[in-house]
């Protein structure tokens, strides 16, 4: 057994109706080299049978502690079922990039049911007219809830799922074993235990917090580096507001060489602008342009929650979420695409020092110390008044940038082509920017609320834009 952090049993509790809290992948296949010329779902299966060793988090399911006394845990599920978790479907004609992504926004709009553990895959046959990918291609899309994972656990098991050949590499016998579910009194026992270290969390908690701001007291007065921007002072736009249930998603891939060079470009001496820098500047330039043709540009900038990664060496592989958090504004105000660059690039310099100077783990601290039960029901409360519509934005969307192989990788035989991601929304907060590099190239998965963005494929549109934009300006000779 393994209790959840409390930033884990935070996305539990964000979950409802309108609101499933999963991060999403679209993995697009080439099966040319699996056995036959052809992936199918049991291929598929025997190859994920040999891999279920490789995470924690494809065998474990959730306990609730009663009355929600207590954050859950994990347990090694006693009834585990390998064929609960996949599925096969068939894209209808033309099996195009829009049938691809009405399907994928299906797939966001469903919960993953908590009896089991949570995650899922889907085998999708009849990629035939996706720009880029031959036709006869597959896609496996992949779910699984935020609890279990943030953007670099996803990434490594992403690492253990695929090869870096078409022939599957052998692994290591799994010695896995079902545990039986623990008992109510059991857990409660436990809950109490764990009450009674609220009070020493708390307080070394706040003091690490009053460190924290001295610190950055002390780097805006001698280094003169002003603060990122605060929490609710984001304008409103069409993404703040009360989500619907069903999702809209959208998948754009561009050359990752393309960013580099205008990384260069911009770059002067020690002042290096950084490939997450153009990236921001690529989404900030789509919503100006987005939002500017809708007449719905706020007079004040954009902001952007940026997860940071601060998952340890000894951290890697295990379940959960490692992360902290950094308010970036995205400069949506500046018309010009090479000076909103640069005013990025200074913006993300500033939320970095600040960062660091709170202490990468402070998101990460309070939320041990709130109960899961005052949790829940807030958040209940939260989605059931509407209050998202009542109060100035926490920020505008997320923005979060993963790192991915450098090297093509294989999925049972099938070489993967490309990889989109998804991520989860809620209400306050109905846009989120997944960013994730692989073999040469950068993609950015868009997704939202229907009800707020109907069409998916507008945006990823303007990001296009906003790419050609930003190389005129940056790499266009004086």
């Not at 950055?216 to 703040?240: D, K, M, V």
């Not at 921001?280 to 540009?297: N, P, V």
Request: aromatic share 4%; proline share 8%; with cysteine.
């Amino acid at each position: 057994m393994q209790q959840l952090s409390g930033l884990d049993a935070a996305f539990l509790a964000l979950e409802s109706a309108t609101t499933p809290m999963h991060i999403g992948s679209a993995s697009i296949l080439d099966p040319s080299l699996a056995g036959g010329g052809r992936l199918d779902l049991a291929h598929l299966r025997r190859v994920l049978a040999g891999r279920l060793g490789a995470s924690r988090v494809f065998r474990q399911r959730l306990v609730e502690v009663p009355l929600g006394l207590g954050k859950p845990y994990w347990i090694e599920d006693p009834d585990f079922d390998l064929d609960r978790h996949l599925e096969r479907t068939r894209l209808p004609e033309p099996g195009g990039m829009r049938q691809l992504e009405a399907l994928m926004s299906w797939e966001l709009s469903q919960p993953l049911p908590r009896d089991r553990p949570l995650w899922q895959m889907i085998l999708v046959e009849g990629l035939e007219r996706v720009p880029g990918v031959p036709p006869g291609s597959m896609a496996v899309i992949g779910k699984v809830h935020h609890a279990a994972i943030d953007g670099v656990s996803g990434a490594e098991i992403m690492g253990a799922l695929f090869d870096l050949g078409p022939t599957p590499r052998p692994l290591p016998a799994d010695p896995w074993e079902p545990e039986p579910e623990p008992g109510k009194l059991a857990l409660l026992r436990r809950a109490g235990r764990n009450l009674l270290a609220h009070p020493r969390l708390l307080r070394s908690t706040l003091a690490e917090t009053a460190k924290g701001l001295a610190r950055a007291g002390a780097a805006w007065a001698l280094e003169r580096i002003e603060p990122p921007p605060l929490p609710f002072t984001a304008p409103r736009t069409r993404w703040n507001a009360p989500l619907s249930k069903d999702r809209s998603w959208g998948g754009v891939a561009v050359s990752l060489a393309r960013i580099r060079a205008i990384k260069e470009a911009a770059s002067s001496g020690d002042d290096a602008v950084t490939v997450n820098d153009v990236v921001l500047a690529i989404c900030a330039g789509a919503l100006r342009r987005f939002l500017a043709e809708r007449d719905e540009l706020p007079d004040k900038p954009l902001i952007a929650m940026v997860p940071v990664s601060v998952r340890s060496a000894d951290e890697r592989g295990a379940m959960g979420n490692q992360v902290s958090a950094m308010l970036v504004d995205l400069a949506t105000g500046e018309s010009d695409a090479g000076a909103r660059l640069k005013r990025i690039h200074r913006n993300t310099h500033r939320a970095k020092t600040h960062h660091r100077a709170l202490g990468a783990r402070t998101l990460m601290d309070y939320s041990r110390i709130i109960p899961f039960s005052v949790a829940a029901l807030a958040a209940r409360l939260y989605v059931g008044t509407g209050l998202a519509a009542r109060h100035r934005p926490l920020f505008n969307l997320v923005i979060t940038n993963v790192p991915g192989p450098r090297q093509p990788l294989y999925l049972a035989g099938a070489r993967l082509l490309r990889h989109l991601g998804a991520g989860p929304i809620f209400d306050g907060m109905g846009l989120i920017l997944a960013v994730m590099s692989y073999a040469g190239e950068l993609s950015i998965g868009v997704t939202s609320c229907r009800r707020m963005l109907e069409d998916a494929s507008a945006f990823t549109r303007a990001l296009e834009a906003s790419l050609d934009e930003l190389e005129a300006a940056v790499l266009a000779p004086p």
